[in-house]
């Protein structure tokens, strides 16, 4: 039959289109491997090396290329990621629960929230270092850039939460009301044990999209910088595989903490049984 | 004796009216989600919407409201010409997210039926996106330069002979850089509209002799359709505030919108960028009003 | 009054469909009230406006006197038993039953060893002891029905509203139940409310029937009465064993064109006129045998037959396409050979039918 043509192409499509995906980072990480302080961030290797590697961790002998200036822009973008997804994910959870009665004017308000995440960066963050400029404070990436960052992850947090209700049976909760359970202690020992997987995906999307987060930062940060605007300092200015060094080992980071996400998403599903969150069939 | 009809009592049957509901909660619980965005999105994007129209001099801005911006924006060429790029390079980008992530879409969500695989798959597609946007856009140089890698493999298998010079430091570049960061959004919408598709009404039209394209055309293709649409929102809101790439790749060449407001922001010229933001946004949002003419997507949730 | 509740015209639309139009009805103390009605009927509704879940329209529920309108669905002390049971997935059966006991608002346990001795006290009475510690997916669907009904007992409500309770459970499991279900209710002395779209269920499980007809009340009788005498046409047809007939009444005659059957004793009151006579009360003659005085009947012919073990169902059409059913319980007599479509004479006697007008 035709499938048996159209499976297998499409299946090479797939691969081919992995290629293209992964092509840029492959190429980064050859290029990780150059031989510094002389070689540059193109082909061909002169010599394979780690020396970038250690250029990043400051271990090598000072030479005229700068250290990149990461540290303290990491330790702002943890932070900042740390916040962001704290008060995102509380923000998308109260805001789900909240649509999942019929209220006045619940378009409008859904909406409102969803442009969030539609507004580019550029835009908010011009709008907001202009209402800073004029009201006369500071931007810092702990404020200004801290509410905008809310605001971009809170939509995906809170889409996050809404699909985890539309797939909740409410008639648990009823159980607990009928057998005297106030509401508030009913959402605490019956509803937030069971939808907390999706909290816990809220939170995950949450914190990579603040860590990585950079033209809504741009604008909004001051004078000290988060980890991608320190980089995107570093453009302008000639360019050394040191970054590239970098680059590969915030992905492996990522990795990392996709780990930690996948083992306690297994713990916690393990407990919050799929009874109350219907399946898809 | 059997009671038919309901039993007469002296008690007030008139009939109540409707108990106050108990989604008073909701507006409380709703509060602080959209007074945040209304204090930090709403009123941002309306202030840029007054900057604009304030008079800005060479060393300081006012808020005495003039269209003097607006004008200066409409009589300059290189302006205009960034928002055609602009509007260019987004149709573009949106035709080759879509032309090269259908397919993948299909295959990822169609036809691997172990649903284990096909989620193993999708996060394969995420992975790149976890090494920092920058560094990403940055990897593309090396990638397409002259001396590149794409060039010593062509060169290398004798497919050309001489290097490529167009790869880099073009519109093309750009378009080639913005498609392999942006695509990947096209392929989950999609991926999970046809993962909802029940097999058996594809397995019935075939029972019932259609060709795959007969069915791709009348059955696969308008099922996929929410998912082209939030895929193509996706797309499209990122393209077209898009500056990061189009800087690193085409060498200051190709003007975006969002490459003017940057500029501008740096000259302290606070005025005209909020003119080319507000520009931005109207695009914008005909865009998203467009796309979303075509599906509703509260249903689709 | 001894009444543990008391719903006076309770009513409940969802945009333009009216689910009740105005229910009364009254539960005493201690009894049991099966309330049938088909899908659609508002049943459940009506359930869910009881225990607080949802807020009506019109009308009033008075609960041990009280009007309840105000009181919030977790303070009105009113058990409730899901068709899919709602228990919770993360607890075990232990922890499920002693739920309401630690977490509500009037009067939590907090003393363990009373805790433990109630709730091992209801997993005896349900017959669950050795599965407390068991998760609640690691039990049998019988199992996980007790476990619902011992968690809301547990907190001694005044009455438990059971919705379709034995609907999720296959049918060897129903009939096994409905008398564990009895024995336990009578045991404590709790007033039931049980809702159900089987009529077999709601005969064998009430005290007193409610009948919901399209959103009100049809009838309220014991199971007997509502069997042997259903007030109205619609109430006959959810008994599932009347064969019904509209038409006119007139001289001494009901005839609904294709056939006219004498009349004895004078109509229920009805809106329209209805003639109804219980399937296992026709007999099958031969063809053209003639009626003694004080009999009715008409030709039909034999389609197909049904057998279900302790009756026979034989399926005949009359001569303007009505399909009319006879039971031939096997305990009357004995099964009966018929020809497809040969025509028969079906016959009961005047008396026996119910007539409506």
């Known amino acids: 039959m035709q499938t048996t043509i159209i499976k297998p192409v499409l299946g090479v499509y797939t691969a081919l289109f992995l290629l293209f995906l992964y092509g840029p980072f492959v190429v980064l990480g050859i290029l990780s491997f150059q031989i510094g302080p002389n070689g540059g961030p193109q082909f061909p290797i002169i010599e394979w090396s780690t020396y970038w590697y250690q250029h990043v961790f400051g271990l090598t002998p000072p030479s005229r290329i700068a250290p990149l200036p990461i540290y303290e822009g990491l330790a702002r973008s943890l932070t900042l990621a740390f916040m962001t997804m704290i008060v995102s994910t509380v923000l998308g959870v109260v805001s789900a629960q909240a649509f999942r009665t019929k209220f006045k004017g619940s378009d409008v308000v859904f909406y409102l929230i969803v442009l969030g995440m539609m507004v580019p960066g550029v835009l908010v963050g011009l709008g907001l270092a202009l209402v800073a400029n004029s009201i006369g404070i500071d931007r810092t990436w702990w404020s200004t850039a801290f509410v905008l960052h809310v605001v971009y992850t809170f939509p995906f947090a809170f889409l996050v939460m809404l699909a985890i209700f539309n797939r909740f049976d409410p008639s648990v909760e009823e159980a607990s009301w009928s057998l005297g359970v106030s509401p508030i202690k009913t959402f605490r020992k019956v509803t937030f044990p069971l939808i907390f997987p999706g909290v816990l995906s809220a939170m995950l999307f949450a914190f990579t999209l603040s860590y990585d987060e950079f033209s809504r930062t741009l604008f909004a940060s001051g004078r000290d910088l988060t980890l991608p605007l320190a980089i995107y300092g570093t453009f302008s200015i000639e360019i050394h595989p040191n970054i590239f060094a970098f680059g590969v080992l915030t992905t492996l980071f990522s990795f990392a903490l996709l780990a930690a996400y996948a083992i306690l998403m297994t713990v916690s599903l393990r407990r919050a049984k799929r009874l109350a969150i219907q399946e898809d069939a | 004796m059997t009671i038919a009809t309901p039993v007469p009592d002296s008690s007030d049957t008139t009939p109540v009216g409707p108990v106050a509901r108990p989604s008073r909660a909701a507006y409380w619980l709703i509060a602080p989600g959209a007074i945040w965005m209304t204090l930090f999105l709403v009123v941002p994007l309306g202030m840029m919407v007054y900057v604009s129209f304030w008079s800005q001099t060479t060393f300081k801005i006012e808020p005495i409201l003039t269209t003097k911006s607006w004008m200066a924006f409409f009589s300059s060429d290189t302006y205009l010409s960034a928002l055609w790029t602009t509007i260019r390079i987004w149709l573009l980008v949106l035709l080759t997210t879509f032309v090269v992530g259908y397919p993948t879409a299909l295959f990822v969500g169609l036809f691997v039926k172990n649903k284990t695989l096909a989620t193993a798959l999708l996060v394969l597609c995420v992975i790149p996106f976890w090494t920092s946007f920058l560094i990403r856009v940055l990897a593309?140089?090396?990638?397409?330069?002259?001396?590149?890698?794409?060039?010593?493999?062509?060169?290398?298998?004798?497919?050309?002979?001489?290097?490529?010079?167009?790869?880099?430091?073009?519109?093309?570049?750009?378009?080639?850089?913005?498609?392999?960061?942006?695509?990947?959004?096209?392929?989950?919408?999609?991926?999970?509209?046809?993962?909802?598709?029940?097999?058996?009404?594809?397995?019935?039209?075939?029972?019932?002799?259609?060709?795959?394209?007969?069915?791709?055309?009348?059955?696969?293709?308008?099922?996929?359709?929410?998912?082209?649409?939030?895929?193509?929102?996706?797309?499209?809101?990122?393209?077209?505030?898009?500056?990061?790439?189009?800087?690193?790749?085409?060498?200051?060449?190709?003007?975006?919108?969002?490459?003017?407001?940057?500029?501008?922001?740096?000259?302290?010229?606070?005025?005209?960028?909020?003119?080319?933001?507000?520009?931005?946004?109207?695009?914008?949002?005909?865009?998203?009003?467009?796309?979303?003419?075509?599906?509703?997507?509260?249903?689709?949730? | 009054m001894t009444d543990v509740l008391r719903i006076e015209n309770l009513g409940k639309s969802y945009g333009s469909n009216a689910a009740l139009r105005g229910v009364t009805l009254a539960v005493a103390d201690n009894e049991y009230v099966s309330l049938l009605g088909p899908s659609g009927s508002g049943k459940t509704v009506l359930l869910r406006l009881i225990a607080g879940f949802e807020q009506p329209d019109m009308g009033r529920i008075l609960f041990d006197g009280k009007d309840i309108a105000s009181v919030p669905a977790h303070e009105r002390g009113i058990g409730f038993v899901f068709q899919n049971f709602a228990l919770f997935p993360?607890?075990?059966?232990?922890?499920?039953?002693?739920?309401?006991?630690?977490?509500?608002v009037n009067a939590p346990v907090t003393d363990g060893s009373a805790l433990r001795s109630r709730v091992m006290e209801m997993v005896e009475l349900v017959g669950l002891i050795g599965l407390e510690d068991r998760g609640v997916h690691q039990i049998s669907g019988g199992q996980r029905q007790r476990v619902a009904l011992a968690r809301t007992l547990v907190s001694q409500p005044r009455i438990v509203l059971l919705d379709e309770p034995?609907?999720?459970?296959?049918?060897?499991?129903?009939?096994?139940?409905?008398?564990?279900?009895?024995?336990?209710?009578?045991?404590?002395?709790?007033?039931?409310?049980?809702?159900?779209?089987?009529?077999?269920?709601?005969?064998?499980?009430?005290?007193?029937?409610?009948?919901?007809?399209?959103g009100s009340v049809g009838q309220i009788d014991t199971p007997d009465t509502v069997y042997n005498s259903p007030v109205s046409p619609n109430v006959a047809r959810y008994l599932n064993c009347y064969n019904l007939f509209s038409g006119t009444i007139g001289g001494g005659t009901f005839s609904d064109g294709a056939h006219s059957f004498p009349l004895s004793g004078t109509p229920k009151p009805n809106a329209s006129p209805a003639y109804a006579i219980r399937q296992d009360l026709i007999t099958v003659r031969p063809s053209n045998s003639p009626l003694a005085s004080g009999e009715a009947g008409f030709a039909a012919t034999y389609l197909a037959s049904e057998y279900t073990g302790a009756a026979f169902m034989y399926f005949f059409r009359a001569v303007d396409g009505h399909i009319v059913e006879v039971e031939n319980h096997l305990s009357h007599r004995a099964p009966q050979t018929l020809d497809v479509n040969a025509t028969y004479q079906l016959v009961w006697k005047a008396d026996d039918a119910l007539v409506y007008g």
């Open chain 2, 140 to 301: 593309w140089r090396p990638m397409l330069g002259k001396e590149g890698a794409i060039n010593i493999i062509l060169q290398a298998f004798h497919i050309t002979r001489e290097p490529i010079e167009a790869l880099l430091f073009t519109e093309l570049s750009v378009i080639i850089g913005m498609t392999q960061i942006y695509c990947v959004f096209m392929v989950g919408p999609i991926a999970f509209m046809l993962g909802r598709i029940d097999p058996n009404v594809i397995e019935a039209a075939r029972d019932l002799g259609a060709s795959f394209w007969r069915i791709f055309r009348t059955i696969i293709l308008p099922l996929s359709m929410p998912g082209v649409i939030v895929g193509g929102i996706f797309v499209s809101v990122m393209v077209l505030g898009e500056f990061a790439t189009a800087a690193a790749l085409s060498g200051r060449k190709v003007n975006m919108l969002g490459n003017i407001i940057v500029t501008q922001v740096g000259s302290l010229k606070w005025a005209f960028a909020a003119v080319v933001g507000v520009i931005l946004t109207i695009l914008m949002g005909l865009v998203v009003a467009g796309f979303l003419r075509i599906v509703d997507l509260k249903r689709e949730l």
């Open chain 3, 90 to 104: 993360h607890l075990s059966v232990y922890d499920n039953i002693s739920f309401g006991l630690v977490n509500r």
């Open chain 3, 166 to 214: 034995l609907g999720a459970l296959d049918a060897n499991l129903r009939t096994r139940m409905r008398g564990e279900i009895r024995r336990i209710r009578s045991q404590l002395g709790v007033t039931f409310l049980h809702v159900t779209g089987s009529e077999t269920e709601a005969l064998a499980m009430g005290d007193r029937i409610v009948v919901l007809d399209n």
